[in-house]
Nanobody, 121 residues
Framework: QVQLVESGGGLVQAGGSLRLSCAASGSIFSINVMGWYRQAPGKQRELVGTITRGGSTNYADSAKGRFTISRDNAKNTAYLQMNSLKPEDTAVYYC???????????????WGQGTQVTVSS
């Protein structure tokens, strides 16, 4: 099986920073794209940003300029550095990976179970 595990969430004051990690494990041949999404209570899950294997990034407008996505391909791990946090950033943050478990298989979409980020005012 493939597993994605997020870590690094917690409580932070507005203007502060957090760094989230997402570690993929299990059957992994390659990971093309990894991404971060978030979901606040009563709202739909939304894109935060993505990063390709080669390091190309894409961000939602809400994250652009404040958040930075990176990855360590050797560790199958993606990171989300969040700076200048705002109360509206409060949500459960989920890791996503477009992952190919075997050389002979197709790629599939995998999700972590999420980590809570709470930003106080």
């Amino acid at each position: 099986q493939v597993q994605l595990v997020e870590s690094g969430g917690g409580l932070v004051q507005a203007g502060g920073s957090l760094r989230l990690s997402c570690a993929a494990s299990g059957s992994i041949f390659s990971i093309n794209v990894m991404g971060w999404y978030r979901q606040a209570p009563g709202k739909q899950r939304e894109l935060v940003g993505t990063i390709t294997r080669g390091g190309s990034t894409n961000y939602a407008d809400s994250a652009k300029g404040r958040f930075t996505i990176s990855r360590d391909n050797a560790k199958n791990t993606a990171y989300l550095q969040m700076n200048s946090l705002k109360p509206e950033d409060t949500a459960v943050y989920y890791c996503n990976a477009e992952l190919r478990p075997h050389f002979w298989s197709s790629s599939y979409d995998y999700w972590g179970q999420g980590t809570q980020v709470t930003v106080s005012s």
